[in-house]
């Protein structure tokens, strides 16, 4: 079938266009299009059972499908031709729904993704009741419309609040539908904005606060009223075992008295309800609660009465048969303590109430409030689990509302309780007629019982005849009605109280006659049980004046009676007395006799709408019984209360006009102010709602068809007394009511013209004209008057009529500010002019019935056109009232019609213009215009409305503009002093005004911009209209008026803009370009076109793809727009373009920063014209290049820019070479050169910046931003000149490192600011936080912070060279102050390093590979320092935790070329081991291991990591024989720690060591680490001798059970066959040997320490060990001889024949020693402790760095201190920037900080002037202004030192230049080199030095190094080794090199090298000596000493002291 469709006719649809898939499609041919439920279809044809069309989703896919698979759907096309678009015809809700849940399905997920469960959740829920809610709209032919409002509104809340939570846009509604704000001015669109943000703000708020607010606020609102749900769940404990009655009602404990009704719940003897029907719920809702009645005391009180026995407990009281209602028990609950938690609640809240008993019965009636009192005597529980569980809700709104939204309150399970009081608003409909009675007391006779009477009291209503009144007495809410009530019993009480409260809804008619009965009897407890009726009262229930029972307590007569008595006649006891009252009336000798000692109280209070206890409104009602007293009777009608006046209101009315009938001369002008008072009692919010009941009576009820002329006649006298009149009450009571006296005068006079044909027509034309004259008679009375007024009439009711009064709700903050201005200033006014200024705008419509438009518009406009312009009387302020009418006149019907606003505009436009011009009123104003200007588009869509747009344009465009440039000034100066945006009022006045001058552009046309340009009389005036406009336009992109979530409003209101410059612009260019060129005016509009191009509201890159579709469609892409409007008005300006250079270059960048080809493609070429003017004007482009660079930079750091935009921007280069004509006009060909040049640096700037921008905006980690920025930092160090970028990013790195606590890495970076800086006195300008100062003040102030951050980061070798360059300034300053605390800083930083614990770091080899690495990471590798107590583990962890799509290599090959150039991530992660560069250091004894650690993991530039293999077939008894190591060494570009914790590999060394070499090496420094081990334990016993640590060192080396120990070298390379079969190795093998009995000889030495501190308990493993090392030993002693007697060689030399790469070893200085070792991998391993002698050359774990290694560590770190160590500046990055000094002797500061230059040279080949080579200037940026100084070479630089040593003083003159060498000394007194030699091996004694202990030197001078028994360094030599001198000394005379220079500062010292544990008698000699030419004395190692102390140098005099000490920033300490 379907591959026959092509051949058949396919017909194109007309109604079939749209439908929706209910089923799955698929099918496997070609043609088909696949379908899924629910997805929307478009249909093109039509074909035999199937269509052909596309989805929604896939428009460019087209397909057929079967019609069966297809719902169709109603639509309209709303286009014609390929552009047609199919709209679906459905409720405009249902399509919000369904495109708003589409968007939210993709936010809602991503909910999850980021963790936001709760909203999730939240949103989840929402979502399944908004697709509920759309299958009820979808499905709703069975809903009213009421109910289609009502899911209407649901839908709305819901959908505003999802948008709101979910950071969308803002829905402008209307009527719950969105508005096209094509179709309603800006104005309306900007109100229905911030009504619907108020709705938002309503529904997220808790309803009581918003009732609270709207109860307080705008009169005319109805107030909310709250109701309450009280649901009874169960009674606990109930053991009672009998009926009983539960009450609820709530009570006021601070008035003492209820104020609900009572709910009554009524469960049998089991606990449970009595009516089944009641099973599911026992609730009761009290209804009606005000604000009011929140604020109250409030206390939910429940009674509990019992019915059965008399005695609960005692049976024998009375018969079983015989019941009882008996008091139980009370329970309260509190409302303040639970009211804000349901409050806050959607659902109920379970509540338990203790049930409590009463301890007196006789105290029964107070039981409640004695609990509230907490009187605890007087009441007691019964027991502990004894109470009431109820559950509480708080519900609000109408409460119709209320049983339609929660259908269960439409079942009879839910008791319906009432206030006992009127609600605050009496609706017209609402019928009640209740009376509450109240059982108060009784005092009663004994009558002559032993005991007191058990009182029960019967209640009966009857009428006069006897009859009992059926079922008029209620007991409590939920329970029926009965005809008879009986009172609780209080057990042998004469007085009882009961306090019983029960309703009487008795039927008005049935009130008239009736009466009440109350019958008491005494109820015996004996066997019968009797109840003796022993006397009554009784009260009638209307009087004869017709007045019902007062609201009072009455206390009522008790007569006699018996049993026996019947009442069958009620008229013989109904004519006695009933009280005090009725005295008069009893007629003795009756049947029944009055007991004159028995009296029975009670109380009554009367809710009705229909009955009056009144009698002056009685009798009014009834005034033609009495018409004599007529006047007496209307005068009495203003002491009748409101509620009464309304609930009578119609036959008020009736009354009032047919008394107006009978005698109008007589009566009239009183029914007139009888009138006026019933009219005005209507204006009070209570009875507000009454007048509708009123409007209802004048247009159906009212027939007084006369009543008119003296209405009228009254009207006029009062206004014409008005000037008269010394008390205006009366009068200002009828201008306010003037409103419905027009309404009675027009009523009045139609009924009469109906009744005559139109009679006397003219003379009522002319009675109202006069009428208008007194009106504005008294508008001109604007004289001071003595009274002052208090304004609160309501501002906008519901009198307001016609289209705008029902449309849109008052502008927010109108009606409040308006009440506010009126009120809160105490204004004295005119009174009558503002009652008639607030009452006559409602006038016109109803003169609409009688005269013609024009004529009500005539009459409006004489009014207005009397009111003065401006009052300027002091204490007066007419101009709100003023503006209230005028607003209110243009809101009536009256302004609607055309005709009427020609007429009545200008006025208004008048009045308005000169409120602005003065400044006042402001947002009154707002609010006529923005009335104005939603009247002229409604009418606009009709008619055309260009008169009146002209009046507009000429009256209030240019007052507009000012009024707005004043507000937004006032709200940017409000702004920036109080530190936050502008207040809520003048927000919302800038809104309004704003919308308004919106509305007026978007009504002008060309005609209208044409005719205000022509309107301007001069340029200057023009100039300053255009420069005010594009401020305005300014203001609005910078201010946000509008808030970020009103699309619909920016996006109308750049629409608008658009247009409005596209029209102005011509008009710019006509008369500002060429000789009238202005800058200001053309800067102004470039300014506002970048703006406009960079609004967020219209970047469509950043929305979602249906948002942005639906944008673009409607407004298209108005930022190409103004692009091409900024290039056209730019490529006009010809030769004035070079004003705008370089000030336009930055705000033209950020546009071709906007991610949009087309805008880019438009504004790049204007940088090459930018470019290009500028080279014509001066030859160059430097301030184009400048300014590019520095906000290319800034752009980059605010997250704008892109990838694609760099490659467009190279693309610049293009426009230098391939045009033809662009290269005719350039004279000069390196402008394109020069031009390209730049571009290509630009982009590799762009490059870096999208890097660091990507990691700083993102959410990367600190590695990767650091590492960005050290990226970015070198670029702008190497490659561009740009000094104030470096010291940004140098400022932005450290602050990244001290947000990490990374301390030496954040002083490292500031130090390449510091070094910037010179010690001069040039002031220097403000940068960053750094104020203007002097150089010196600012690199004082850097030295300082540097110090500091090295003492945190506890690098205190760093800080001290710091301290003593701060120090030398000090005292070169003469500020002694600051001298004493920087040595005294030096001095604790000297102690820290002793005493503080460090931690020893680990690093790791990373490498990065694959494309998808940033730019600064691609396939590079690095080693990072890791961070304290992380292991390998932890960090590959968290490098993979930054790159979670990266995937971690297993292995440490280098990748192959497939992974470097794939597009993924690829980790390469592994521990490496630093190879110090202080290798001598680290092999001195005497130097404490806190300063050896420190060198072994600082400063290091190599790391090395061992790869052991087998070479050939591995040795299965032996492995070590082919054992091999592959050692890869890495170099960094600069060492670590640095100003990064990474930093990138440079160069790679990759070397074999043979396994001879690998024995070699694991022998030695075993050696070494025994040697340092032994030497602690010497020098420092442990605490409590713990020599745990030893002992594991050395039974791990005699006794090695795992390796075999040295034996199995022994066994490997001493034997015979592999001597002789590897004779190049017989040196090594002799070395090895020496190594063992090296360890033999260490290993003595190490057990003789251990026999003296080893535990008595531990000898046995001391013997043990001694039986190891003496077979290891003898193993040693019968090993090969081989090469035995051969010179022990140097330790640490390895020959390079064994390594497949040779490299020369180097001379490495050990501190003061000269020692010789391999390549920097001598001492690069550390020592395991439990490992044996034959460890693996791995890096063992780090550990803490322990003041001796016994001690514990410590649990955390401490505190890191004040203070910071340097490395070389030829180690560290960027040193290149470094300055040199100049001549004047200032040194680069740390040339040699670690590896001080300025030391003998240990090349012997080298001669001086090769030693001291010159090295080209470093960096700067000032260049050309600084010397070349010369500096060692980098290998004599590799010579180590030991920390801080001695100083030397510098030359007067010159700067002190601080190294770690042991001194300072010129370049010109450098010592010749010392010879290399091969030193004897031998063994330190190492002890620790003594700085100050003095040595006596040849020249008697003192010299800080101590003499041989101390530790500085300087040892004794044994007599027997003299001739090895003599050796030495010979040699160095071949050399031709001198010992010493007889004008050298140095003193050679010799150190004697004794054995370990030498013998006590072995003999010493000292030996000092300055060495002439002749032979030196020989030593194995040699030292120089200054000669004189730091000051002995002869200099010039010091400097003078300074004329003024003055303190630095810090100065003191």
Known sequence: MLWRLSDVMWTLTDDERLGVAIFNFRSCVPQTLTLELGETVHIVEKCDGWFRGFSSRRSNIKGIFPCSYIHLKKCTVTAKGPDKVVVPVEDGVVTEVTSTLREWASLWKQLYVRHKVDLFFKVAHVMSELMELRRQLTTASQLTQQQKRDVKRHVTARLDWGNEHLGLDLVPRKEFEMVDEDQISVSDLYKMHLSSRNNIQHNSQTNLNLNQKNGGGDPCRVP??????????????????????????????????????????????????????????????????????????????SQVIRTGRMLLNDHKKGPPHVRYRRPYGCAVLAMSDVLQTISELKEEKDFVLKVYMCNNESEWYQIHENIIRKSSTKYSAPGNNYGLIISLQLLRGDLEELRCENKWMLSGGVAMTRKLSFPDVIMPGDMRNDLYLTLER???????????KNIEVGIYVLYADGELVQ??????????????????????????????????????DQFRGSHLRFEFRHCSTKDKGDKKLFGFSFTPLMRDDGTTLSDQSHELFVYKCNENTTFCNPSLYLALPCCKDHLNLGVPGMAFQRSMREIFWISTQLSSTKLTQNVDLLALLKWKAHPDRVGDILGRLRHVSGEEVVKFLQDILDTLFSILDDNTDKYGPLVFQSLVFVINLLRDSKYFHFRAVMDTYIHKHFAGALAYKELIRCLRWSMERSAEATRQDHIQDVMRALEYLFKFIVQSRSLYSRATCGMEEEQFRSSIQELFQSIRFVLSLDRPTCETLIFTQPIQGPSQTGPRAQALPPAPGLVAYSAQVLSSNTLQMPPLSVAVLNSFPAIFDELLHMFSVQEVAEFARGTLASLPSMLHIPGHSMDAVKLQSIARTVDSRLFSFPESRRIILPVVLHHIHLHLRHQKELLMCSGVLTSLFSIIKTSSLDASVQEEVEMMVESVLEVLLQTLLSIMSKSQSQEAVRGHRCPQC??????????????????????????????????EVLKEFMMKIWCVFRNLMKLSIFPRDWNVMRLLTSQIILSTVQRLA???????????????VWSSYFSLAVLYINQPSLQLENMSPSKRKKIFDKYGDMRVMMTYELFSMWQNLSESKIHFIPGMIGPFLGVTLVPQVEVRNIMIPIFHDMMDWEQRKNGNFKQVEAELIDKLDSLFSEGKGDENYRELFSLLTQLFGPYPSLLEKIEQETWRETGISFVTSVTRLMERLLDYRDCIKGDELENKKIGCTVNLLNFYKSEINKEEMYVRYIHKLCDMHLQADNYTEAAFTLLLYWELLHWDERPIKDLLHYPAQSEWHRKEVLCRKLIHYFNKGKCWEFAIPLCRELAFQYESMYDYQSLSWIRKLEAAYFDHIMEHQRLEPEFFRVGFYGRKFPFFLRNKEFVCRGHDYERLEAFQQRMLGEFPQAIAMQHPNQPDEAILQCDAQYIQIYAVTPVPEAVSILQLDQVPEQIKSFYRFNNVRRFRYDRPFHKGPKDRDNEFKSLW???TTLILAHPLPGISRWFEVEKRELVEASPLDNAISVVENKNQELRTLITCYQLKPPHNNNVNLLSMTLNGVVDATVNGGITRYQEAFFDKDYISTHPQDSDKITQLKHLMQEQVHTLGSGLAVHDKLVHPEMRPLHKKLMDQFHVMKSSLSHGPSAGSDQPNPTRGIVSPEGFKKHRHSEVENVGNLLILADNKDFYGIQANHCSSSLSSTHSASSHLINSSLWTHKEKSRNNREMLMLLPPPRERPNSIMYQNFSESGQRAFLHQLISPACKPSSDPNLSFTEKVVSTPSSW??????????????????????????????????????MYYGAFHHQLRDLPCALPVRSLRKSHLQCSLALPTSPVSIPDHTKSTLSDGNSTSGVFTRSESNSTDTSELAGSQAEQGGHWGDPLSPYWLIGYNVSNLCPSPSAPQFHWFGSFGEGSPPCCQYLHYIPTHSPLDRPTEPPPTLPRKLYFREGGSP
């Open 986 to 1019: 003048t927000a919302e006045i800038s809104g309004e005004f704003v919308s308004c001058l919106l509305s007026l552009l978007r009504h002008m046309t060309d005609v209208h911009f044409q005719h205000l340009m022509e309107n301007f009389q001069s340029k």
């Open 442 to 452: 009784g005092d009663f006779e004994r009558g002559g019982k032993s005991v007191p």
């Open 1066 to 1080: 011509p008009f710019q260019l006509k008369n500002f370009v060429g000789a009238d060129f202005d800058f200001k």
């Open 471 to 508: 079922d008029c007495i209620n007991l409590g809410c939920g329970e029926p009605n009965v005809a008879e009530h009986r009172s609780f019993v209080l057990y042998h009480n004469n007085s009882p109280r009961w306090s019983e409260a029960i309703k009487l809804p008795i039927p008005i």
């Open 1525 to 1527: 190591i592959e050692r």
């Open 224 to 301: 909310v009223a709250h109701h309450l749900l009280v649901n009874l769940k169960s009674f606990t404990y109930n053991n009672i075992g009998e009926d009983s009655d539960i009450f609820f009602w709530l009570y006021d404990s601070r008035e003492g008295k209820s104020i609900s009704e009572r709910f009554l719940v009524r469960l049998n003897k089991n606990g449970g309800v009595k009516n089944p029907e009641k099973l599911d719920r026992l609730c009761a809702l009290f209804t009606d609660l005000s604000n009011k009645d929140m604020k109250r005391d409030l206390y939910i009180v």
């Open 1820 to 1857: 700067s940026l000032d260049s050309g202004t600084r010397d070349v100084v010369t500096v060692l070479p980098a290998h004599i630089a590799s010579i180590r030192a030991p920390p801080v040593p001695p100083r030397s003083a510098p030359p007067h003159g010159q700067y002190l230049s």
